[in-house]
């Protein structure tokens, strides 16, 4: 997704576009899928020369459901306000370089802090006991046998 910077106007470039990603981004993520991810927005010069992109990313990624194992359809919508470069990023030593732009970095790095620690489909774990394990409850009344000698002890103590 490049752009030439010599053709923003007073406006702006106006974006409005659909981009996927590679296996080779997805790979260091557990993200397992990203296709269509709707980007729009515009890409403009501030008053100060800086290049800024402001707009919307959202999508669906797919990915693995934290209990289940299955693939999961994962929707995201992110606002995104990037400072790019200064006027002085594509100038050096007097000779004006190539003032050309890619967002795919940029973009790709607002859509790794949409990603979830964890994802399920249901909020609540189904599957409760299992063989040599039980999940508890950590606010249960339910005293451990193990513990009452220390009960009797501290009943003693208030007397």
Known sequence: ???????VTSTGIIIDNYISFSEDYLKLTTI?????VHVTGRLYY???REVIFS?????????????????IDYPFKTDVEEVLASDDFFTEKGKNMQNNLDLKEILWQNIVLEVPIR??????????KGEGWEMKDEFSK??????????ALLDEGKE
């Not at 397992?32 to 269509?36: A, I, Q, R």
């Not at 994802?119 to 409760?128: D, M, R």
């Open 55 to 71: 707009g919307t990313i959202n999508g669906i990624m797919q990915l693995e459901d934290y209990h289940t194992g299955e693939l």
């Open 142 to 151: 339910k005293e451990e046998s193990g513990l009452e000698c220390f009960k």
């Open 46 to 48: 501030s008053t100060t």
């Open 32 to 36: 397992k899928k990203l296709d269509n």
């Open 1 to 7: 997704m490049e752009f030439d910077l010599n053709k």
């Open 119 to 128: 994802a399920s489909k249901t909020a609540e774990v189904e599957i409760k």
